[in-house]
């Protein structure tokens, strides 16, 4: 893709694709995906409604999707954007954390990571700080 598309205007702003073409995908993973999305993390399962269908800013997000020999929480194909939601387990994972996100930003991915309880206790703040993060970043 040479010239970036216009995917959509967050506060007036233009807001420009990313598609990262042919991301590696382990086959493998595709069961445990589908147990993931049943599992319905509460804090999942609110971020979920704040965007599925295109509800944010007609942006398209996929949930639970394997990217590499990862299963991301949620992703954005026309941004190249992962989103992780970062639960209690995470706080004692975070060599794991910063090997998973180098190598998801080494296809050139941009990763935005949300606190479990910033998700339960202050989504609009969190949604705000995507907006910002997307108009920083793809732009």
Do not use: A
């Amino acid at each position: 893709m040479s010239e970036k598309e216009i995917i959509t205007h967050i506060y007036g702003v233009v807001i420009y694709s990313n598609f990262v073409e042919d991301l590696p995908y382990n086959p493998h993973l595709k069961r445990l995906t589908r147990e993931k999305r049943k599992l319905g993390i509460l804090s999942e399962v609110l971020f979920w409604k704040q965007v599925r269908n295109r509800t944010f800013h007609q942006i398209d997000f996929d949930r639970q999707r394997i990217i590499g020999n990862y299963i991301v929480d949620f992703y954005v194909k026309t941004l190249g954007l992962v989103i992780e939601i970062d639960g209690l387990s995470h706080e004692f994972k975070q060599e794991y954390d910063l090997e998973r996100t180098k190598f998801l930003e080494s296809l050139g991915l941009k990763v935005f990571r949300i606190n479990d309880f910033d998700v339960k206790q202050n989504l609009s703040v969190v949604m705000k700080d995507l907006e910002d993060f997307i108009v920083g970043n793809f732009s």
